[in-house]
């Protein structure tokens, strides 16, 4: 009888591994692989409205990975300020907080220190950092128009390197 139970054990163990593996499987997000469609990902801002991490009317999205303890990102906030403000009619810039890095108080308060303007979005599950691989701060990815992951930075990004990304050089004006 002891031994009956034991293969019973045995044969529930697993068992529950396989599905255990298969629902890990399932929730594994998509990757962010250049030149393929970008990941289907919706965050939400610290004030709880939702927003979809894809192009809209043609629009490419630039798409800033950060934390409010990140140096360089502090850097390069007034960049993106900078890149919205030009070309905010033709580009979606999102500031992506890696909040489970963070708290959200820190985010509100890197937003007012640093007056950061693209809407800031929270990665409380890590879904986006995990889809797009961010593995240092701060990392930048520019969706194309179409929604087809076009390029990326790792390391502090410029106004013109993301210009020169989204194919807005020439457009800028002179002597900048």
Do not use: C, F, K
């Given at each position: 009888?002891?031994?009956?139970?034991?293969?019973?054990?045995?044969?529930?163990?697993?068992?529950?591994?396989?599905?255990?593996q298969f629902a890990a499987e399932r929730e594994r997000p998509a990757e962010a692989k250049m030149g393929?469609?970008?990941?289907?990902?919706?965050?939400?801002?610290?004030?709880?409205?939702?927003?979809e991490l894809r192009p809209v009317d043609g629009e490419a999205v630039v798409l800033n990975f950060w934390a409010s303890w990140c140096l360089p990102c502090r850097a390069e906030a007034s960049e993106l300020n900078d890149l919205a403000q030009r070309h905010g009619d033709r580009v979606r810039v999102y500031a992506i907080?890696?909040?489970d890095k963070d708290r959200v108080e820190d985010v509100r308060g890197f937003v007012r220190e640093y007056g950061l303007e693209p809407p800031v979005l929270l990665d409380k599950s890590s879904v986006a950092?995990?889809?797009?691989?961010?593995a240092s701060l701060p990392t930048?990815?520019?969706?194309?128009e179409q929604g087809l992951v076009a390029w990326r930075k790792l390391g502090p990004v410029t106004r013109s390197e993301l210009e020169e990304a989204l194919g807005l050089k020439e457009t800028s004006s002179a002597g900048d």
């Open positions: 009888m002891n031994r009956q139970w034991g293969w019973v054990a045995l044969a529930a163990a697993v068992a529950l591994a396989v599905v255990w393929e469609p970008a990941p289907a990902i919706r965050l939400a801002s610290p004030e709880g409205r939702e927003y907080n890696l909040t950092a995990e889809s797009y691989h961010i930048t990815y520019v969706l194309d």
